[in-house]
């Protein structure tokens, strides 16, 4: 209970005091290792392997590295809340032309795709059935970050087979 109220906080917080964005360039694979460090950490002992497909070169990224790394910790913890039965959680980074690519993939049951559109909505959860404490929010706050930063979110599953939410953040 007390998760959940401090989620509805963090909420109305956020909606009433929308600070401006913090930009300043940041090594964004230097972030991406140290969340994928930490979910190691995390996971060690669950019988999920992680797997960090993050380039050698540092890419650097004009974003608010705080709000990113949130975006990044409710994608990773989202494929483990939904994925966990698959055993693996990828997470990836790459330079597409001016572009970055951020990826967080797992092997979980996947998502239909009539529930493609709304996966991102505020309170929604895909499939009633599925089991968690989240109030449908993470993937909502995502898209919010994603879209106040000029990115991108898509979503790639295959029913059955793996969820890949991803996104693209301009340079």
């Known amino acids: 209970m007390d998760k959940l109220l401090d989620q509805l906080l963090n909420i109305a917080r956020h909606e009433q005091h929308m600070p401006p964005l913090q930009l300043a360039p940041h090594i964004l694979s230097e972030l991406m290792r140290k969340v994928a460090t930490d979910y190691l950490l995390f996971l060690d002992g669950k019988n999920v392997v992680l797997e960090a497909d993050i380039e050698e070169v540092d890419v650097v990224a004009v974003i608010d590295a705080q709000l990113i790394e949130r975006a990044l910790r409710n994608l990773l913890d989202n494929a483990i809340r939904y994925g966990e039965e698959g055993h693996y959680l990828g997470i990836g980074l790459a330079e597409e032309g001016e572009d970055v690519l951020l990826t967080v993939k797992d092997r979980g049951k996947g998502i239909p795709q009539e529930e493609y559109e709304r996966i991102f909505e505020r309170f929604y959860r895909a499939d009633g059935g599925r089991k968690g404490?989240?109030?449908?929010?993470?993937?909502?706050?995502?898209?919010?970050?994603t879209e106040s930063h000029h990115g991108m979110l898509g979503l790639a599953s295959d029913l059955d087979k793996r969820i890949a939410p991803s996104g693209a953040l301009e340079r």
């Not at 404490?133 to 919010?144: A, D, F, H, N, P």
């Open 133 to 145: 404490e989240g109030l449908g929010i993470g993937l909502s706050i995502v898209k919010e970050i």
